[in-house]
């Protein structure tokens, strides 16, 4: 079944130590997108890719890091500079132009220990 | 600015009673896309329907219906015979360019 697969589900950090939260697509999308959740709260924008080698920033990139070198997979990296680290990360992806909407993985909790 | 207002933070309704759930927009585009997603405690997000603009007639999937008012760039949810199973956080998401901007989100809750 084709889908998109968020890894890990939980993930503890110490401060100061970079992580790298991994989404996976296997729904041959073009665009993947990375968003922030806090409780109750909407969701922000990191950052997103349109194509494979070409990302831009979103609302909300400043201490976060991606890299697109294949369609299948958009890692995230929370650096040290991300001050609060501590939220729900909401991968999604797309076909393009987005008129059928995103496909969004099962998300990863993220906790600064 | 994109801007995606719900303006009900927080609602609730009976079991079986219908319940509307509302979201205004602002864009410049005249042929766009919008949707509603739902995300239940289980946090995964859900698409629950589509609109595509240039139509008039208002989409429906089973139980949930859409109100669209384009000229008052408005984009109502309706959720009729709700469900204990509806209780979710619900968003309003807007195409705006080529990608999606999402409300804050209205959480509902359906009492038995």
């Known amino acids: 079944d084709g889908g998109i697969t968020q890894s890990p589900k939980y993930l503890f950090r110490k401060e100061g130590q970079n992580v790298t939260l991994s989404c996976e697509q296997n729904l041959n999308h073009d665009a993947m997108y990375w968003y922030r959740q806090d409780p109750g709260q909407g969701l922000r924008l990191i950052y997103y890719?349109?194509?494979?080698?070409?990302?831009q920033k979103g609302d909300i990139a400043e201490g976060y890091s991606v890299s697109r070198e294949k369609k299948e997979s958009f890692p995230l990296t929370v650096t040290s500079a991300q001050k609060n680290p501590t939220a729900f990360y909401l991968c999604?992806?797309?076909?393009?132009?987005?008129?059928?909407?995103?496909?969004f993985g099962s998300g990863t909790r993220l906790t600064v220990v | 600015a994109q801007t995606v207002t719900q303006s009900q933070p927080e609602m609730s309704v009976q079991e079986a009673e219908t319940v509307t759930l509302s979201c205004t927009y602002d864009?410049?585009?005249?042929?766009?896309?919008l949707f509603w997603y739902k995300q239940p405690p289980s946090r995964q997000m859900i698409l629950v329907i589509r609109?595509?603009?240039?139509?008039?007639q208002n989409a429906t999937e089973n139980r949930f219906s859409v109100n669209f008012q384009k000229a008052a760039k408005s984009f109502s949810l309706k959720i009729s015979d709700s469900q204990l199973g509806d209780t979710a956080m619900y968003f309003c998401a807007p195409k705006y360019g080529n990608k999606l901007v999402f409300g804050a989100g209205t959480i509902l809750r359906v009492k038995s």
């Open positions: 609109q595509e603009a240039y139509k008039q």
């Open positions: 999604a992806s797309s076909m393009s132009p987005v008129n059928y909407g995103y496909t």
């Open positions: 890719s349109q194509i494979v080698n070409d990302f």
């Open positions: 864009t410049s585009e005249n042929n766009y896309y």
